[in-house]
């Protein structure tokens, strides 16, 4: 009898689902698509069935059929072993080493497609699905009328006198505004400078234009997770504080790392995803010892602002020399200072600033914000110690900025920048998660306050009741 196959979909779709039913891979579930993917146990994306090869066979998803080519391996379609090269169509089941196989006839839409990677982006991070999340919700205050009275007291918070009882903590989606008002700010500072450099071409413009840029976005997303920080509990001279000295020591932390670890000479431009993220980490770690501030919500605020003073030097750095290489190489060339010359090197400055400033988000500041919220997370109220590194809730999550800044400075062509982008929105993903997390702690702290409140009320009405008890005369 001929075996009965799913019809394949009238319409073309982008991927499918290969599902393990039986044996050693039971229940793995992979998403084909139309480039190919190679099965194996020590290649792609891996499995543990002992019977396969090495490099087993390869998958890729075109036409609405299922491609594959044997490799070192083979399979069996009703236990018969088929052609090198065929096709499996939908709701085929086929055999691969020990296990059992499907061609999942649910089609892998693209909502299916980032619903699955929500779900292991969740599973690796140890957050949840993100619940009542709406950015158009989050950020509809940003353009509401203020008070100049608000806005003045907005920041007097985080000292031992202006921290807000826990109960005041706002445990829904927070609602930031000022951040905004920063960016635009520091925004139209910068367009004067440059608004003047263009017209004068006056160099002693040109160090303002550099700081201002490379701080413009980096400074307002750190307001922005100081809105987060819904227990207030940070005071803002702190959160500057550790911008400005994160900044400084964290980069003399990477630059040791560089030196002594190697590590660049054989990985190349990727290893800084492992120096320099490591690097962040120790510098919150030295820097954000004080037990009093517990909350995961404070971490990711001291990770955000470490990763910012990292970024503002570096890019202030990087736009310095894409100033200066343009100069030296023409003086070196026995060329003099022209005016044409110092106007090209003020456009590539102003390029690197404006590219670098515009990325700053999706990088080093969301990066160290997650490293830094999942150590808080294993942290709480104790004293730091190297123990709470080897924990998996922390070091499964601290190897997503790790992987994300490899992904960020590796040579894989990125047109249009989509590919920072999209590294990007995974990372702020996973910040929103870790900043769900933190918003539920908070929320339980609360409950707890209560409780210990209605403990002690409960108490005291016991205490004077039975103090006030008339004794039976017998």
């Not at 962040?280 to 990770?303: D, E, S, W």
């Amino acid at each position: 009898m001929q075996p009965q196959f799913a019809a394949p979909a009238p319409t073309a779709i982008p991927a499918v689902q290969l599902r393990c039913l039986a044996c050693p891979d039971a229940d793995k579930v992979f998403i084909i698509s139309s480039a190919e993917v190679m099965l194996g146990r020590a290649s792609g994306i891996g499995q543990n069935d002992p019977a396969l090869a090495d490099q087993h066979l390869t998958l890729c998803w075109q036409n609405n059929a299922l491609y594959y080519r044997m490799l070192n391996g083979q399979i069996r379609i009703d236990g018969v072993i088929p052609q090198p090269t065929g096709v499996l169509q939908l709701g085929q089941t086929f055999q691969m080493g020990s296990s059992i196989w499907q061609v999942n006839s649910q089609t892998a839409t693209l909502g299916g497609l980032l619903d699955s990677l929500g779900k292991r982006l969740n599973s690796l991070a140890s957050t949840e699905k993100l619940e009542g999340f709406s950015l158009s919700g989050m950020f509809s205050e940003v353009f509401k009328k203020r008070q100049q009275e608000e806005t003045d007291e907005y920041f007097i918070c985080g000292t031992s006198k202006t921290t807000p009882a826990i109960e005041q903590a706002v445990t829904g989606w927070p609602k930031p505004w000022f951040f905004m008002r920063v960016l635009l700010f520091l925004f139209g500072v910068y367009f004067c400078l440059w608004l003047g450099w263009k017209e004068f071409a006056n160099l002693n413009l040109l160090p303002g234009m550099m700081m201002i840029g490379a701080m413009i976005v980096p400074l307002a997303t750190v307001i922005l997770f100081f809105e987060l920080n819904t227990p207030r509990n940070v005071s803002f001279f702190s959160a500057i504080g550790m911008l400005c000295a994160g900044g400084v020591v964290s980069l003399f932390v990477a630059l040791i790392g560089f030196q002594v670890s190697g590590l660049h000479t054989v990985l190349g431009p990727p290893a800084a995803g492992i120096i320099e993220e490591t690097g962040k980490l120790i510098t919150v770690i030295i820097l954000a010892r004080n037990v009093r501030q517990k909350y995961i919500l404070n971490g990711l605020l001291f990770g955000a602002a470490v990763g910012a003073g990292f970024a503002i030097f570096e890019s202030a750095g990087y736009a310095f020399n894409a100033f200066l290489g343009p100069i030296t190489h023409y003086l070196a060339r026995g060329t003099g200072m022209s005016g044409n010359l110092v106007e090209f090197a003020g456009g590539q400055l102003t390029s690197s600033i404006m590219l670098r400033g515009l990325l700053s988000p999706f990088g080093h500041v969301a990066w160290t914000a997650i490293a830094a919220g999942a150590l808080w997370r294993v942290k709480w109220d104790r004293p730091f110690n190297l123990g709470m590194l080897g924990n998996p809730m922390f070091f499964k999550a601290f190897l997503i900025p790790v992987g994300l800044h490899m992904i960020w400075n590796s040579p894989i062509p990125d047109f249009f920048f989509i590919l920072h982008i999209l590294n990007g929105v995974v990372a702020w993903y996973i910040v929103f998660g870790i900043v769900q997390q933190g918003l539920k702690q908070v929320k339980r702290e609360q409950l707890n306050q209560t409780k210990e409140e209605l403990a002690r009320t409960q108490s005291v009405v016991v205490a004077v009741t039975s103090s006030h008890a008339v004794p039976v005369l017998r």
